[in-house]
């Protein structure tokens, strides 16, 4: 009953954060949406500035888990395509934009500066990756010790810059086929740099 309530009010909080940004949402207009009091949720979540960081781990988790559970067998460069792919379909989503706002709005206001990195944005992205690399490098008895930053510069190259490159700079259109040709391009890159990934 108390992890369901969690449940409740993470959604609705993340929910009323994406709507209304971190200083159009208040407390009091949280816990009317989710039927619960103030009381509980400074309880639960400390202040305003904890509770969005947990509903943006909740809604980042919530994205995130279904795409790394069904990770099909194969080739690392071919895991790491899938993951790619739909991870850059899902960041390009209504929703997930409206986190990513809110995952900037707390590292520009140094939320995350202190104690635990949330795993929000681009460190959960690399979460996701590390395991594929991990058993690669196991596989060829590769005892690499860089690979947590081989994770987050592959993280960007397949996703972040792509992102950019649709939403922002208007450079690249939101199309099956510019999208898979880039993945593609950029994975091959990935694989001369690290052959380990290839086989």
């Not at 995952?103 to 944005?121: C, N």
Request: aromatic share 4%; hydrophobic share 45%.
């Amino acid at each position: 009953m108390a992890a369901k309530l969690g449940t409740h009010i993470l959604e609705t909080a993340l929910e009323q954060f994406v709507r209304h940004g971190p200083d159009g949402a208040s407390m009091e207009s949280i816990a009317t949406a989710a039927d619960v009091s103030k009381r509980t949720l400074y309880a639960r979540f400390g202040s305003k500035n904890g509770l969005l960081v947990a509903a943006l781990e909740h809604g980042t988790a919530r994205h995130l888990k279904p795409i790394a559970s069904t990770t099909p067998a194969g080739a690392p460069c071919e895991q790491l395509l899938h993951l790619a792919s739909e991870m850059l379909d899902l960041s390009l989503t209504k929703e997930v934009i409206g986190i990513l706002a809110l995952v900037d709005w707390v590292a520009d206001h140094g939320l995350a500066a202190d104690g635990p990195r949330p795993l929000i944005g681009m460190a959960a992205g690399t979460e996701v990756i590390l395991p594929i690399l991990e058993d690669a490098a196991a596989e060829h008895g590769d005892l690499r010790e860089d690979l947590h930053f081989l994770a987050a510069f592959i993280f960007d190259a397949l996703v972040s810059i792509p992102r950019a490159r649709i939403l922002d700079r208007r450079e690249m259109p939101d199309t099956p086929e510019a999208k898979s040709d880039y993945l593609e391009r950029t994975i091959a890159l990935v694989i001369r740099a690290s052959p380990f990934l290839g086989d």
